[in-house]
C-alpha cells in the first residue's frame, strides 16, 4: 500500500524538507541530497512532481480559498522543524477529515470521480480511496469554520419575539437609545435618522406609502429596517427589502441585520439572489459527461463537483476568490428562467429552488430590483407573499423595471424549451420531461403517442425559429451595408421594410408554434386524466403547465415585435458588430401603468428611498416614471441632508428642531407643501434680517403661494 506524504521545506533552511505520513507513522526529516521517502507526496516545492499541497486543499475545500492561502503561507514561514511537524500534522488531521466525507458518498458518484480523475491524476484517486490515513491530532480551527451564508436565523423563542414587539423607534435610535449603549462612544445621534424612521412607522402603520429622498450620511438603512422590522413583528407580516446593488445588499446582510439583532431583534433574514448565482446542477452534470483534456481541469470538475455536494447555498460567490473557475462561470452558472428542478436533478434539491423555498419562509427578505420586478410578474411566487416593501436605491427602479417588462427576441431563449423539457437520455430517445409522463402513465399509448408528437413539434418549433432569425440577421446585415462591423441598436419604424421578406418564414413559425401549443395543450390534458385515475404525475404535469405558459408568451411575444404597431413601444434590432444580429427587440416607452398595477395588487405599504428621488425638489416626475402617482395620497419629504447642511453655515441662525420636525413630516401636496414654506419663511423672519433664496417646484402656483405669504 502506497503511503501519502505532506512535504514542506523549513523557511531559511531549505535544505531540510519535513515530511509528515497521513497513516500516523513517524516524520521524516529529509536532508539536501537524500531521497524523499517512498509514495505519494503532496508538496509545496515549486518543481515537486504530481498534484501539490496548494491543489490538494483547494480541490478539497473550494469554498475556503482564502483560508487556505492563509494557512499556507503560515506554513511557509515557519523556520523550525518542531512548529512545522506540529502543524502539518494538524493538516493532515483535516485532510483525513476531508477524505472521510469523501468516503461517504454513495458509491455511484464515487466511482464518477475516480473515472474522471484516474487517467490524470492517479495519486488523487489513490488517496481519495485506497490510502490509509491515521492522524492522531486536531484539524486547524481556520480551516474547519462553515458558514452558512445567505442571511441570518431566527429565534422561535416567544418571549424574544415579546421584547422586540414592545420596543419603539425611540428607544432604538434616539439620543439615549439601545443603539447609542451597544456602539458607546462611537456613536453618532443622527436626527435624520430617527425623523425618517418615525414616518417609516406611521405610513407602515396607516397602510399608507412613502417616499424619502435622503442623502448620504442619513443612515436609512437603519431608519427604514427598524420601524420595518417592528412593524413585521407586531402584525406578522413579512417584509421585502429590494436594493440595486449587491454592495448594499452585502451591508444589510452582513452589518446592519446583525446589529439589529444584537439589538434583540429576533426574526432572522434570507438574501436571495437571481438564477446566475447559483450553481446549476444541471450545467454541471452535463459537464461531468464532457470528455476532460488536461489534468487542471479534471482537477476543476472534481473540486466544483464536491463542492455542489457539500455547500448549502451554492452561491457563485462562495467560489469568487477560486484561482480555477474563472472558465466555468458562464457554463454552470448562467441558466435561463424558467426551468424545471424537478426533472433536471431532483436529488440533492436543486439549490434555487432551496433559497426560494427558504426566503419565502422567512420574515424578512432581501433582493434586488430584477428579481423584485420578476416576483412581482410571477404573483410574488419567487419572494412569497408579503404586503410591505422598501425599496432603496429606488432612482435605478425605473430603468430595471422597463428592461424586465421588455421583449427580448434571442436564439438564447430556446435554452428555456430545453431546460424546461430536459435533456434526450440517449440519442433518439424522447426529452426527459416528456418520457416521464409516459412512465408515470404506465406507459399508455396514447399518452406515448402524444408525448412523441409534442417532442417532434418542439423540435420542428426550435429548428423553425432558427431558421427564421437567421435569415432575419442576413436581411439586417445587408441593410446596415458599410455599417455592419458596428454595434449599436437600430430603430424599426416600418414592419414592412423590417420583415417584408421574411413575411413566408414569419407565417412558417407561427403555424409551429401553434402545432406546439395544441401538442402540449393535449398531452398535458392526458395527463391530467390519467393521475384522476391514480397515476403520480404531478411533477411532470407541472412541468408541461410551465412549458406550455412560457411557449405561449415566447410566441406572441415574437409576433408582437413584427407586427411595429404600438405606438407606446419602441421596436429595434440590437446588432452586435461582427457577431452579427443579438436580438429583435421591443421595450415599453413608460412603465407607469404596469408598475402601479403591481404595486396595487400585491403591497399595502410601499416605502421608496434613495439620495436622489426628487428632480428640482419635486417627486412628480419620479412618481410617474413608477406608477406612484396612480395610487399614492399621501408622500413624505426629507431633506434632512440639507437641513442638516444649513444648521451648520457660518453665520446662519440655528433653525429650531421643533419646527424643522414638524416641517419635514408634512405631506407634499401643492396645498400643503405650500403652507408649510409660507410657515417656514414666517420663522425665518423671527430669527433676525436677512435675504431668503427660496427655490419652489410649484411655478404655477407662484401667485397663489406669494398671496399665502402676505395673508
Given amino acids: 500500500m502506497r503511503r501519502v506524504w505532506l512535504s514542506v521545506p523549513i523557511a531559511r533552511r531549505d535544505a531540510v524538507t519535513v515530511c509528515v505520513p497521513l497513516d500516523g507513522m513517524d516524520t521524516v526529516f529529509v536532508e539536501a541530497g537524500h531521497d524523499a521517502p517512498d509514495g505519494d507526496h503532496f508538496a509545496t516545492h515549486a518543481d515537486a512532481p504530481g498534484v501539490s499541497l496548494r491543489s490538494l486543499l483547494l480541490a478539497l475545500a473550494p469554498a475556503r480559498s482564502d483560508a487556505i492561502t492563509r ?54 484517486v489513490h488517496l481519495l480511496d485506497e490510502a490509509t490515513l491515521r492522524v492522531d491530532a486536531d484539524p486547524p480551527a481556520e480551516l474547519m469554520v462553515d458558514h452558512e451564508g445567505g442571511g441570518t436565523r431566527a429565534s422561535t423563542d416567544d418571549e424574544h419575539w415579546d421584547a ?32 425618517m424612521a418615525e414616518a417609516v412607522s406611521k405610513v407602515l402603520e396607516r397602510q399608507e406609502h412613502l417616499m424619502v429622498e435622503a442623502g448620504t450620511g442619513i443612515g436609512k438603512s437603519l431608519a427604514y429596517l427598524v420601524p420595518a422590522l417592528l412593524h413585521g413583528a407586531r402584525t406578522g407580516e413579512r417584509v421585502v427589502v429590494s436594493t440595486y446593488t ?42 461531468s459527461q464532457t470528455r476532460v483534456d488536461s489534468a487542471e481541469q479534471a482537477l476543476a470538475l472534481f473540486a466544483l463537483a464536491r463542492w455542489g455536494r457539500e455547500s448549502r447555498e451554492g452561491r457563485r460567490e462562495e467560489l469568487v476568490d477560486h484561482p480555477w473557475f474563472e472558465p466555468y462561470w458562464r457554463v454552470f452558472f448562467e441558466s435561463v428562467e424558467p426551468c424545471s428542478p424537478h426533472i433536471c436533478h431532483r436529488d440533492p434539491v436543486c439549490f434555487v429552488v432551496r433559497a426560494r423555498r427558504r426566503a419565502r419562509e422567512a420574515p424578512v427578505v ?51 424549451y430545453r431546460n424546461l423539457s430536459g435533456d434526450r437520455p440517449t440519442p433518439g430517445a424522447m426529452r426527459e420531461v416528456f418520457g416521464h409522463v409516459v412512465s408515470a402513465s404506465g406507459g399508455a399509448g396514447e399518452v406515448e403517442e402524444a408525448a412523441r408528437t409534442t417532442d417532434r413539434a418542439l423540435e420542428r418549433f426550435l429548428d423553425g425559429f432558427l431558421t427564421w432569425f437567421t435569415a432575419l440577421a442576413e436581411l ?43 401538442a402540449l395543450a393535449l398531452l398535458l390534458t392526458l395527463g391530467s386524466e390519467h393521475e384522476e385515475h391514480g397515476a403520480s404525475v404531478a411533477e411532470e404535469r407541472e412541468g408541461l403547465a410551465t412549458l406550455l405558459e412560457f411557449h405561449r408568451e415566447f410566441a406572441a411575444q415574437v409576433d408582437f415585435c413584427q407586427r411595429v404597431d404600438d405606438e407606446d413601444w419602441v421596436y429595434w434590432l440590437e446588432w452586435g458588430g461582427n457577431v452579427g444580429l443579438r436580438a429583435l427587440v421591443a421595450a415599453p416607452l413608460t412603465v407607469e401603468s404596469p408598475l402601479a398595477s403591481l404595486w396595487n395588487d400585491h403591497y399595502r405599504s410601499v416605502v421608496m428611498t434613495s439620495a436622489t428621488l426628487a428632480v428640482e425638489s419635486e417627486f412628480l416626475p419620479f412618481a410617474e416614471k413608477t406608477g406612484i402617482k396612480l395610487y399614492t395620497s399621501l408622500m413624505y419629504l426629507k431633506s434632512v441632508t440639507m437641513v442638516r447642511y444649513l444648521n451648520n453655515l457660518p453665520g446662519v441662525p440655528s433653525i429650531p428642531q421643533e419646527f424643522l420636525k414638524s416641517m419635514m413630516q408634512a405631506p407634499v401636496k401643492q396645498e400643503a407643501g405650500m403652507q408649510v414654506a409660507a410657515d417656514f419663511l414666517k420663522e425665518l423672519e423671527q430669527l433676525g434680517d436677512g435675504t431668503v433664496l427660496l427655490a419652489l417646484g410649484w411655478r404655477q402656483r407662484l401667485p397663489d403661494f406669494l398671496d399665502m405669504i402676505e395673508r
Fill in 246 to 287: 449587491r454592495t448594499l445588499q452585502s451591508q444589510l446582510v452582513d452589518h446592519d441585520l446583525p446589529l439589529l439583532e444584537s439589538l434583540g431583534y429576533p426574526g432572522g433574514a434570507r438574501l436571495l439572489l437571481g438564477r446566475n448565482n447559483y450553481l446549476c446542477r444541471r450545467q454541471l452534470r452535463r459537464a
Fill in 366 to 416: 432581501i433582493v434586488n430590483h430584477a428579481l423584485l420586478m420578476m416576483d412581482l410578474r410571477s404573483g410574488q411566487s419567487l419572494v412569497g407573499p408579503s404586503r410591505v416593501l422598501i425599496v432603496d436605491e429606488a432612482h435605478q427602479l425605473n430603468d430595471v423595471a422597463t428592461r424586465a417588462l421588455s421583449h427580448w427576441i434571442a436564439p438564447e431563449r430556446l435554452e428555456v
Fill in 476 to 518: 439586417a446585415r445587408d441593410r446596415l451595408g458599410g455599417e455592419v462591423a458596428r454595434p449599436g441598436a437600430h430603430r424599426i419604424h416600418d414592419p414592412d421594410e423590417a420583415f417584408g421578406t421574411l413575411r413566408e418564414r414569419r407565417d412558417a413559425l407561427r403555424e409551429t408554434a401553434k402545432d406546439l401549443e395544441r
Fill in 71 to 124: 494557512h499556507l503561507d503560515a506554513l511557509a514561514a515557519i523556520d523550525n522543524r518542531i512548529d512545522l511537524e506540529a502543524a502539518l500534522r494538524a493538516l493532515a488531521a483535516w485532510i483525513e477529515h476531508g477524505v472521510a466525507l469523501h468516503r461517504a458518498r454513495d458509491d455511484g458518484w464515487r466511482r464518477s470521480q475516480a473515472r474522471a480523475l484516474g487517467g490524470w491524476l492517479p495519486e488523487m
Fill in 164 to 195: 422586540w414587539k414592545v420596543r419603539e423607534v425611540e428607544e432604538i435610535l434616539g439620543t439615549e437609545g439601545a443603539l447609542r449603549r451597544l456602539i458607546g462612544d462611537g456613536f453618532e445621534f443622527r436626527p435624520g435618522q430617527r425623523d
